[in-house]
């Protein structure tokens, strides 16, 4: 065996329960001072095969061998030990601690007591490596990308030399993302070796040196990065040819829908989480929100659909498509909208904790948006059939239509959830990430779905987290920027460096 | 720095989740988890009282269905415990921690005394109605001002319930002050011994029948109200999200208050059957803890009515049986506790060994 190979994972395999088999004999070599990509779909084992590696898991069978040395990894503390170290998609930081506190917890009392000495030790890390951290803010003042970067730091600081980043461009804009990858090249000179997470293939192509791709738990190949292009990673990930344009038709004669006019939200805090947000949505247009995730997106579609309260002075204007009749939404909750007889539909970020019922089947999920219509017993017949055209029409992979929908795929769930909002035939559509967590296919049937509703007329309002798509998807783009409207583009002649300033910097008054 | 964890071996045994399990399979893991609680507790009783324990469980089958008169008197207590888990069922449907049957029983229980000891003079079916109703009140209003609270200011309906119970205690109490008879006693003693008013009557010669018929009614309509009824879907997807309740429309605070509304009534109903339908006293301890078991049963049967039944026969047996043998072989209570907390454990420990498995280290590994 080579000297020059950090870890050696070899024929691993790793089930859940008797019918999920996340890792089947996989086999994956890191070298010393190299990137390598994981790549796959969601759920193809990536996280899963990491976390094996990282202590979280262990394998059911395979070896695992750190600088040629087989190693039983039994705890992220072995993982430290054994000088790996994983940044996870969730960070695992102590709000109300400081930088210097975070990095001390989990280290021996003897060290962690000596502050200055850690200070320095972070100090001497960002230095060395091109990070900036503020030793002594509290993390619940930091931005995402700042806890990010802490995160990365007390991974170096416990002597890490294999990082492993889930995920890391997911919460970051695009100039941020750039500061990461230049971070990550200092970090391969000076000998460390990455792995990092990902979906993005043109992160894969812009940052790593060799690619891994995981299919449905199996390992599928390793090549050389500068031998890949965008068609041929999809192709093995996804394991057929893809056409990978998003269809963008041009609808005439669109209709004013929606008004909103300076929308203005508090949260729970009594902090303004959207703040005086106007904007027009036409039936046939498909409306994209962009934003950093937490700049107000959630505040603004659950205000428009009633399920939160807005400010004195807020209005959402609703216009009838047939008798171009107004009505005013804000002020009303969800059954009410409903009574008025406007047909909205919702696709929430949070499927299963809003828009589904996870331990109930599709038949009674189905029943949410039609049960009141019975006396006292609500009618069982129809949403039946709802579910039952619904998995034949989206292709629902699901043993029955009884199984608790919890059950199922990601991707899966969220065609029950988008076949029942499209089902009420609605005049407004929101669709908030409508595609986060999905494979390519079922992405491009969340999008051809959208685009069908568009071509109806319908008013779509589409919050989404990846540029490449918002782009290609959207006629015209909102970005918001800590709770305001930062303005709106054209989607088909903007850039995605113009969307990106507009989502960090909020524009003064008046400019 | 590296060494420490190299020769590491592997962990013996591993926990994993199971995704699922056939219906036969599961209840014949629990018909182990039974026999094996009962080899135990069979050795427990050998240690102690050197005794045959295969004599003893027939002691304990006795004491709970040796004569007629026993086999209706497990029948009455099992529909007592039944009747608030049915009562409860909805409101742990819904996540709302209703610890409060004690006091929803004994505010129950003193509407139907009171009506027993003012009303006496009014017709047997019209005094009957007038406890039914008093005590489906008294409960109801117990159920609803904690409910009313959660829905108004978010409080804690746990501690909220649990504390109405202490002060149904309390009241308790003061009427059993009010109501003594013979005076000095301290007690209420039996209301109305002599002509019997306001005593549940015999059906068919049967002293307990309607208490059955009561509660079976009940059993059967909380079924449906939970499987079918639109009110029942409410419950069940704010049990599931209250976000998802919201986001369809479902006004949760309202759902709140008229399930525990209904809770409440059949608790305080449960009260009805302990006075009228058993004791026709009243007493602090005429709940006597059934309002926290009951929670056991209604958490056990997932909230199925139906499967509350056995549930309820299989605790008030073990209860019965343990009194037997603590009687017949001298032995204190404790002793027949410790067995019925035996039993309990092994059938809520066989839950673990149906949802999760576990994996040993693999011997075979090398040829892997």
């Known amino acids: 065996m080579e000297n020059n190979v950090a870890v050696r994972m070899q024929h691993i395999t790793k089930a859940f329960g008797t019918k999920v088999v996340a890792n089947k004999d996989v086999t994956l070599e890191i070298e010393k001072g190299e990137i390598l990509a994981l790549l796959g779909e969601n759920g193809s084992g990536k996280t899963t095969l990491m976390n094996m590696l990282s202590g979280i898991y262990h394998p059911d069978s395979g070896e695992i061998f750190v600088d040629g040395k087989e190693v039983h990894i039994e705890s992220p503390k072995d993982a430290y030990a054994l000088g790996i170290g994983m940044i996870h998609q969730h960070f695992k930081l102590v709000d109300v601690f400081t930088a210097t506190e975070n990095v001390a917890l989990g280290m021996d009392k003897s060290k962690a007591k000596n502050r200055n000495a850690i200070a320095k030790g972070i100090k001497e890390i960002c230095d060395r490596y091109g990070f900036s951290v503020s030793t002594d803010r509290k993390v619940y003042n930091m931005s995402v990308s700042q806890k990010q970067t802490l995160e990365i730091v007390k991974t170096l600081y416990r002597g890490a030399n294999i990082l492993i980043l889930d995920e890391p461009t997911a919460v970051l804009t695009p100039q941020e993302t750039d500061k990461l990858f230049d971070v990550l090249r200092n970090m391969k000179a000076d000998g460390k070796s990455i792995i990092i997470i990902t979906h993005k293939l043109h992160e894969v192509l812009a940052i790593s040196d060799r690619v891994s791709i995981l299919r449905k738990g199996e ?28 269809e963008r038709p041009l609808i005439e004669n669109k209709k004013k829908r929606l008004v909103v006019s300076h929308l203005s939200c508090l949260n729970k805090y009594g902090v303004r989480s959207l703040d005086d947000v106007s904007f027009d949505a036409y039936g046939g247009e498909i409306l994209g929100v962009a934003g950093i995730s937490g700049s107000g997106q959630k505040a603004l579609l659950e205000s428009i659909a009633g399920l939160q309260e ?49 331990s109930m089947g599709m038949t009674d999920n189905m029943m949410l948006k039609s049960y009141q219509k019975g006396v ?45 909002e499209i089902a009420a035939e609605p005049s407004v559509l929101m669709a908030a990430y409508a595609v986060r967590g999905l494979d390519i296919n079922t992405s491009y049937t969340i999008y051809r779905l959208l685009n069908e509703q568009k071509k109806k007329g319908v008013a779509v309002i589409y919050v989404g987290e990846d540029l490449d798509v918002l782009l290609a998807l959207c006629d015209r783009i909102a970005v918001l920027c800590a709770g305001r409207l930062n303005g709106i583009v054209d989607a088909r002649t903007t850039t995605k460096e113009e969307v990106g300033i507009l989502m960090t910097n909020l524009r003064k008054e008046g400019e | 720095m590296a060494a420490a964890a190299v020769h590491k071996k592997e962990a013996l045994v591993r926990i994993a989740r199971r995704d699922s399990m056939a219906t036969w399979k599961s209840i014949g893991i629990r018909i182990i988890a039974v026999i094996i609680s009962l080899v135990v507790s069979g050795f427990l009783i050998y240690a102690i009282i050197k005794e045959n324990p295969l004599k003893v469980y027939e002691s304990m089958w006795n004491g709970a269905f040796g004569s007629t008169r026993r086999v209706w008197i497990t029948a009455r207590d ?132 309607l208490n059955v018929i009561i509660v079976m009614a009940l059993t059967v309509g909380m079924f449906i109200y939970l499987k079918y009824s639109k009110q029942g879907y409410e419950i069940a997807v704010i049990g599931d999200s209250q976000n998802t309740a919201r986001y369809a429309g479902i006004s949760v605070r309202k759902v709140f208050v008229r399930t525990m509304l209904i809770s409440g009534a059949i608790c305080g109903l449960s009260g009805f059957l302990a006075v009228s339908g058993a004791s026709h006293t009243i007493s602090t301890s005429t709940a006597g803890g059934r309002g926290f078991t009951a929670i056991i049963v209604a958490w056990l ?68």
């Open chain 1, 219 to 246: 390992f599928i190949g390793t090549v050389p990065t500068k031998e890949a292009t965008v068609q041929s990673l999809t192709e093995m990930m996804v394991g057929q040819k893809v056409v990978l344009d998003i």
């Open chain 1, 310 to 358: 807005a400010q004195d002075g807020s209005s959402v204007k609703f216009i009838d498509p047939k008798t171009g009749e107004e009505s005013e939404l804000v002020g009303k909750n969800v059954l009410q909208i409903k009574q008025m007889g406007v047909a909205l539909s919702f696709v929430p970020e949070d499927r299963l904790g809003m828009g589904l019922v996870g």
């Open chain 1, 376 to 420: 006292v017993f609500a009618d069982r017949k129809t949403p039946k059939n709802l579910a039952n055209q619904v998995k034949d029409e989206l292709e629902v992979v699901t043993p029955s239509i009884q199984t608790p929908v919890r059950k199922l795929s990601g991707g899966n769930v969220q065609k029950v959830l988008v076949g029942r």
């Open chain 2, 78 to 209: 099992t529909m007592m415990l039944l009747c608030i888990a049915v009562g409860l069922a909805p409101a742990f449907k819904m996540k709302f921690w209703n610890i409060g049957a004690e006091g929803q029983i004994l505010v129950g229980g003193i509407a139907t005394a009171a009506c027993m000891i003012y009303l006496k003079s009014l017709p047997a079916w019209l005094l009957f109605l007038c406890m039914f109703v008093a005590s489906c009140i008294a409960g109801a209003v117990w159920g609803l001002i904690p409910a009313m609270f959660k829905a108004k200011w978010n409080t804690n309906e746990t501690l909220f319930t649990l504390m109405m119970n202490y002060v149904a205690i309390q009241l308790t109490s003061f009427f059993v002050a009010q109501w003594e008879n013979p005076f000095g006693s301290n007690t209420v003693g039996v209301i109305n011994q002599g002509t019997k008013e306001g005593w549940f009557p015999p059906i068919f010669g049967q002293e307990y029948l």
């Open chain 2, 301 to 368: 049967a997932k909230f199925n009515t139906f499967t509350m039944i056995a549930i309820s026969v299989l605790i008030v047996f073990l209860e019965k049986g343990a009194i037997e043998i603590a009687s017949k072989y001298n032995l204190n209570d404790y002793v027949s506790s410790m067995i019925t907390g035996i039993i309990l454990f092994f059938i809520l420990g066989s839950e673990f060994f149906i949802n999760y498995r576990l994996i040993f280290r693999s011997k075979s590994k090398e040829v892997a």
